[in-house]
């Protein structure tokens, strides 16, 4: 049984808001008296508030919630860098924290000299530096430059270097704040590449991100916070989907009304949308393993010649695209010189998606060409939302499974040599 590194106990912290005691004259304090009475007592504000909590040893938690919920409160307290108002809190292990990118740069001081000085603030040896500092600045991509003055460098290369510092850490307990939100797409996808090798190592991680596909695909467990206080937590997918169901209610009805459209070109404009049953009843939950029914209804308002349609199914909570289907991948469908007029089409789809909750997003524009890809007529994302239940038609519970899909396969055994 693993040992808890995290042991987190109705942790609280408040904070004072309002007028700040500011050094005053003496006539201030004469009035401040006489209006004693009329003035409001001194107005506190709770950031976090009855919060408990367990890590276990080499587990990876996520946090997520709204700006202003109390995360990076938390992640501070966890750091020491401010004291709780209540409660308490247990660390087993050597604790680093990445909340602050660039911690201790100094920009008179060349890029060599920020590793050993921010990574001395950091609490690694000098010793621990020298013998990484290698792997750091390869990291960092910044060989050519780490001689030269930080005050020198762009905003990017001094994101890289302090996340390169940052990231060579050696402890037990990893807390990171928002980190991977830091420098482009590219920078990013490394961060997250040294933050999944870090997890392969074994070591504690509480990590902040508003990036979900982060926290769905780099943490085992999610907690939720806002105002202060744990929402739900559980698996990070299905806390995920919570959490966005709360912001964003679901789109159920199919109708897709004007502003929905991105940028129609005036060719085509889709109208409806629905998920059928076996029946062809409009349906917004499907059961797990059922073929997957989609009834697209569009407008031609000019006449076109050679239409592709493709609905691309979105997972929400991390965006992600599972599939795209078009019109054109079965022989013989290709939508051809059509006239002015309403037109429905219906998609038929064996897709054993694993339950949670999906998008629908439509394109339609000129043959050949794909979802994402070259002129679009109409784009509507999100057209429908629908849920793929965790049971079958026949209520056998869907066995759990990770990926996006659950596919049937049929295995063989055949045993080649006797005992």
Not at 149 to 159: A, D, F, L
Not at 188 to 203: F, P, S, V, Y
Not at 204 to 225: E, F
């Amino acid at each position: 049984m693993k040992s808890m590194r995290i042991r987190v106990e109705h942790l609280g912290k408040r904070y004072r808001i309002g007028e700040r005691n500011n050094y005053r004259t003496l006539r201030d304090v004469i009035v401040t008296s006489l209006q004693r009475r009329r003035l409001s007592a001194p107005q506190h504000i709770w950031a976090l508030r009855d919060v408990s909590f367990d890590v276990a040893e080499g587990e990876v938690v996520g946090f997520i919630g709204p700006n202003g919920a109390g995360k990076s409160t938390l992640l501070k307290l966890l750091s020491r860098v401010t004291d709780p108002t209540e409660g308490s809190f247990q660390l087993r292990g050597r604790v680093e924290s990445l909340l602050d990118i660039g911690v201790g740069f100094h920009p008179e001081l060349t890029g060599r000299e920020n590793v050993f000085l921010s990574g001395a603030i950091l609490g690694m040896k000098k010793r621990e530096i020298d013998r990484r500092f290698n792997e750091i600045v390869e990291f960092s991509e910044l060989r050519k430059f780490i001689d030269t003055p930080i005050k020198y460098y762009s905003t990017g290369m001094w994101v890289r270097l302090g996340f390169a510092v940052a990231a060579h850490l050696e402890s037990e307990i990893l807390l990171v704040d928002e980190v991977l939100a830091a420098g482009d797409a590219a920078f990013q996808r490394k961060c997250l590449g040294k933050m999944d090798e870090a997890i392969g190592t074994g070591r504690t991680v509480v990590m902040i991100s508003h990036n979900l596909k982060a926290i769905a695909d780099l943490c085992g467990r999610c907690l939720w916070i806002d105002h202060g206080g744990i929402v739900q937590r559980g698996p990070p997918r299905q806390v995920i989907e919570s959490y966005l169901a709360s912001n964003q209610p679901k789109r159920t009805e199919g109708i897709i009304v004007e502003e929905m459209h991105d940028h129609p070109t005036g060719e085509v404009l889709f109208r409806h949308v629905a998920i059928l049953n076996s029946e062809k009843k409009m349906v917004n939950v499907v059961p797990f393993g059922d073929q997957l029914r989609i009834m697209v209804e569009f407008e031609v308002i000019k006449q076109v010649s050679g239409m592709r349609i493709a609905a691309a199914l979105e997972r929400q909570g991390d965006g992600y695209v599972v599939a795209a289907i078009h019109n054109t991948d079965a022989p013989g469908t290709a939508l051809l010189n059509l006239k002015p007029g309403t037109y429905s089409t219906s998609i038929e789809t064996k897709l054993p998606l694993i339950p949670g909750w999906y998008s629908v997003n439509l394109e339609a524009k000129p043959d050949p060409g794909f979802w994402g890809s070259g002129k679009n007529w109409d784009l509507v994302r999100r057209a429908i939302d629908f849920n793929v239940r965790e049971s079958t038609r026949s209520e056998e519970a869907a066995i759990p499974a990770v990926g996006v899909v659950r596919p049937k396969s049929k295995w063989t055994l055949v045993r080649k040599h006797p005992a």
